[in-house]
């Protein structure tokens, strides 16, 4: 355990919360603009965008703050890693919406859902967490269990892929499904790489 | 700020431009590659693998000076990082190269031609960037109009996905054009790595 | 060369070479499922799961070891980055054997046998190097010779992607064969990526 020798500033850690409530309504979006019909995507599609749009205002504000700031709460180049790796799932998620409206799959296989029923969840668990950066309190649970649904991604996504080559689909719209499989199994993976770089903040802290 | 107590060896410093300066030769060596016919890529490819090999050795030698140099102008690791990422861009740029001799591709979208002049520009920016690590200023403005670039790169790639999507290019031309698209986009996507490297060093040193 | 001024706990040294070994295991276990006929796959694939599960365990050691000692032999991100990277390597290789099992490709090309040998030489002199952390002796050797195997297996990758791009395999097999091919590339990289965490390490302690 470090002593602290002032009082740390704590609105750095508030604007990575605000990043991380951000996620439970990209996570929402998403998840709209992909269960919908393609009449309706590009109209929630823009809400994603907003939802994107605003995510990097508060990355922006987050390192604008930690320049500005002489004593950071944490290592600073760890707070910027943490804050990137979460706008990174927000990326993630604007692109895996943009690319069922680009790559506009006929139908979608049904672990779909799964996979966004996990980035939801990875994003309540997410914003629930956060605020555990000012205590360093509840924040192992947090990442064992982002992993474990990493792990229920992981195993849908392969799923789908055994689906895709068992030669059911026809190459172009194999090809269509996939990407939109994958930019879904991606944000999963950069929900658990912002959980990475909350266990490195909490190595050093510990 | 930090007391500098020693004065700084730049000659760290000169090497990274030195690599900056290797990537406005790589892009437009890459440009060629890819806007000549078939007949004549083989042998301009030669001229890209020269570029990278000359890349190499400029990244090896900064590691030697980092690995005999006690003061450091920043911190080792995060030159180490910039070095690096400098030679992925590099390397990405020859795997674009490389990518349109394997693949083939019997003709390439229009798009490809605002992606070279990205990664054209990129490099410019990049390289009249560099010396700025000396006095550490005018680099913002080099971070956010990399910034600007790549999401300039991005949408004409979008813009491509869906032409390819679209049901106008059978499956196996489709994963040719693919292939030479997302080379050409990950270079785009290496430059921005330089850049947030640039940056983390810019965020320690104010 | 810093001083030293407490004796080192080498347990952590230790676990990184247990992990190393274990890649060993993981690259004779991979080459058993890919060699195979598909009916023999499954069976050998539920050995490449149990040696993963082996990998995570020595990781977690690591990582709980790390939280418990004061005094860590190197910069405690470094270790954990480079725990992290060895587990990225078994990940890759799991990933592969799963992927042939999920894509069950007709055939694989010749060079699948050429990235099988590779991957197993590089946990090979990967297993014989990390014990030098001890010492810090021999380490440049080996991360020479990681990359000049990278390089032999990247060759003998592109031979592959320009014998599938030449028209002689049907989309859906090209797909099922490119997904092999990729992970066990990647794996490769994974190798050159703890390479290069080593090299991070001993460019500190130089």
Known sequence: MRLRLTPRDTTIIDLLVQAGNALV?????LEAVIMSGPEDRADRLVKVRDAEHASDDIVHATMRKLNSTF??????????????ALDDVMDNMEAAADMVVLANPSRLP???????????????ITAAALPGLHTMKGLEEYWVE????????????????AELFSGAYEPLELLKVREVIDALEDAAD???????HVETIAVKES
């Open 110 to 124: 049904d672990g779909v859902e799964t996979q966004l029923s996990v980035l939801r969840e990875q994003a309540a």
């Open 71 to 84: 004593v950071t709460p944490f290592d600073r180049e760890d707070i910027y890693a943490l804050a990137s």
């Open 190 to 196: 950069a929900f658990e790489l912002v959980s990475h």
């Open 146 to 161: 982002i992993n474990r649904l990493e792990n229920d991604a992981d195993e849908v996504y392969r799923d789908m892929l």
């Open 25 to 29: 309504t990209g996570a929402d979006l």
